[in-house]
T-cell receptor, first 109, second 113 residues
Framework: DAKTTQPNSMESNEEEPVHLPCNHS???????IHWYRQLPSQGPEYVIH???SNVNNRMASLAIAEDRKSSTLILHRATLRDAAVYYC??????????FGKGTSLLVTP | DTGVSQDPRHKITKRGQNVTFRCDPI?????LYWYRQTLGQGPEFLTY????????KSRLLSDRFSAERPKGSFSTLEIQRTEQGDSAMYLC???????????FGPGTRLTVL
């Protein structure tokens, strides 16, 4: 699977939007972009996924660049409960997810 | 709706002992995954089952590791002759065909002394 690059950490104020970037310049045409997050002392949690078009769900939005070499996970209004490690993952295999180190998001009141 | 459950949640063992972990996936989820996570790292894929068939194994899964899913429901992961390097969180996830997201359990934290 192709590799992704994310910042090690980001900080946000509560109730403000958060944009979490992910670079994936070697993405292939069949790779889906997945985002998971992992709250402290819990297993990872699926957030959102997309292929080419921007996606919205109740948790977040996913903005995908036109050339698909980067994407951004958008949390519209960060809460303290959104403090977690966010993983951007490319996958076309249907099984293994290669998590990487992710971005640790700190949300301050 | 019960999520993925794992048992035990914590296990402390001495080097050289065998340990076995259990994962109960969400009902009707035919696909089951095992991952390992060490401190400060993201989860690493170990193995994958579709129903009772083990379809993929990572090179991380040495000969001391074995996983089973005999009836296509719960799964077990056994580590023989544990080493200190096996200390990690062992995560189980499941999903059903056609679904994209994997649902993870809370994990089993293994400490090898």
């Amino acid at each position: 699977d192709a590799k992704t690059t994310q910042p090690n950490s980001m900080e946000s104020n509560e109730e403000e939007p958060v944009h979490l970037p992910c670079n994936h310049s070697t993405i292939s045409g069949t790779d889906y972009i997945h985002w998971y997050r992992q709250l402290p002392s819990q297993g990872p949690e699926y957030v959102i996924h997309g292929l080419t078009s921007n996606v919205n769900n109740r948790m977040a939005s996913l903005a995908i660049a036109e050339d698909r070499k980067s994407s951004t996970l958008i949390l519209h209004r960060a809460t303290l409960r959104d403090a977690a490690v966010y993983y951007c993952i490319l996958s076309n295999s249907g099984y293994a997810l290669n998590f990487g180190k992710g971005t640790s998001l700190l949300v301050t009141p | 709706d019960t999520g993925v459950s794992q048992d035990p949640r914590h296990k402390i063992t001495k080097r050289g002992q065998n340990v076995t972990f259990r994962c109960d996936p969400i009902s009707e989820h035919n696909r089951l995954y095992w991952y390992r996570q060490t401190l400060g790292q993201g989860p690493e894929f170990l193995t994958y089952f579709q129903n009772e068939a083990q379809l993929e194994k990572s090179r991380l899964l040495s000969d001391r590791f074995s996983a089973e899913r005999p009836k296509g429901s719960f799964s077990t992961l056994e580590i023989q002759r544990t080493e200190q390097g096996d200390s990690a969180m062992y995560l189980c996830a499941s999903r059903k065909t056609g679904q994209v997201g994997q649902f993870f359990g809370p994990g089993t934290r293994l400490t090898v002394l």
